[in-house]
């Protein structure tokens, strides 16, 4: 997909594009000259049909309205964007996502995008976000469709259009239309792209069933990954795991005929490095539950429990096309959770990597303890300066923030606080839930130094109370997933199924300078 942004002033009547996006505040449909320009093109009919339609602007109204030949583009789509005050910039992803998505089914190749009159110096992130939005709008999930229902995406050239069209531009459409935006531009174009593909790459990941996507899957294309883009990579597998001490991780993998994979990557910036992250992603490829065993419906969309490890793998893909002054060292120990009959059993206790010994009370809360290893690694093999870890780690946190949200956990503020910022700006929920110590006391063993789970209350604080036992002293967040690792229905800049939720944050967290 190209994305242009003509720097001198288009004539909107004579562009030749299959389709054409003019989208609007709330309220500020007769203020719009390109409305203005295309209604007097077509004798009037744009403004009698927004008026038919009753259109205004609204955050989820749109129409589409055939030319007929009258103008150079064969369709108008006309969208609403809810009111300016409400507006953040990573709404020009949504918006521009739900303008693809209206223009897709009708075979489009080109399509003109009008956004609303934004500040000249947004030039870079809206090529970020317009690629982005354009980008992730188009991702199908198709590989195992046939026939008639394979309908691949033809969408091929996006042309930005300035608010302002013709020549009298104002102060605004001027600047933004000038070369120097133009180049920045094309700067965010690249970046939005190479965020696009690690979220596309994160969806693939997840989206894929655990049939295909085992342990020994995940870690062929951890090395596929290493290879294309000249990065480290050191995959250890059941012995070498075994020798290391990391216990709690093998359990989990013991119930099942697949064989884990504990996958390091790093990426080393040519300088001198800023700080030393470690991003953990829970990559349970499949989670039945084990002898705790899932219901069906709990077990249905369980495939979907390795979304953290494909959220750090998706960022890793997207940083080092991007480029980045940390040194970023990407962890996932993969396994399944099956109740096969070398399972591990309610009752067992275990000695993970750091020594502290664990109480087993439910095998399906699995994904602590193959966390707890991977944080125990990191702590004394990384020595990392921030620990950030995205896990669909439980359900309550479903339950407590809906389906929407990512429940974000840590012992230091600061931490805490870049990683919800970046969120912000990239456009991905997330809410910090408190670690208070005295709930810790459901975690009391009799017999080992922690029990592995706490009771329903609270549980997605209880399990991260767990995981701090394992970090020390070094900054951490945790970042559970467990609700929009998926999504059940279509929004903005994704369809039904894996959202590659994460990876946009996490990037953002890693390129913002503070
Ligand atoms: N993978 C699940 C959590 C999950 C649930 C993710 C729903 C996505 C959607 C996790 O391993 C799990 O089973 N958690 C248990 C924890 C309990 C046993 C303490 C849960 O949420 O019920
Ligand atoms: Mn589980
Ligand atoms: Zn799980």
Redesign the pocket.
Known sequence: MQFTFPTDAQELATLRVDACALILFEGEQSDSPVLRALDHALSNVLSSVLEEEQFTGKKNQSFTLHTHGKVGTSRVLVLGAGKRKDFQLNDVRFLTARAVRMANPTRVRSMGIVLPALDSDAAERVGQFVSEGALLASYQFDKYLTGERKKPVLLQDVLLLPAVPGAVPTAASASLASASHSEAFQRGVTRGRAVAQGVALARDLVNEGANQMTPRHLATLADQLARERGLELSVLGPQECRELGMNLFLAVAQGSSEEPRFIHLTYRPKETPRRRVVLIGKS?TF?S?GL?IKTVEGML??K??MGGGGAVLGAMSALSQIGCVDEVHVLCAATENMPGGAAYKLGDVLRGLNGKTVEIN?T????RLTLADALSYAVDRIKPDVILDFA?????C?VALGSHTAGLMSTNQDAANALLGAARAAGEDMWQLPLPERLGEVLKSDIADIKQ?GDRKG?CIT?ALFLKEFVGDTPWVHVDM?GP?KATQEWGHHGKGATGFGVASIVEFLLSRS
């Open positions: 349970v989670d539950g705790s969309d369980m979907m429990d439910n399906d809360a699995e994904g669909t780690l439980t359900g309550a479903e789970c549980g399990a467990a690792v």
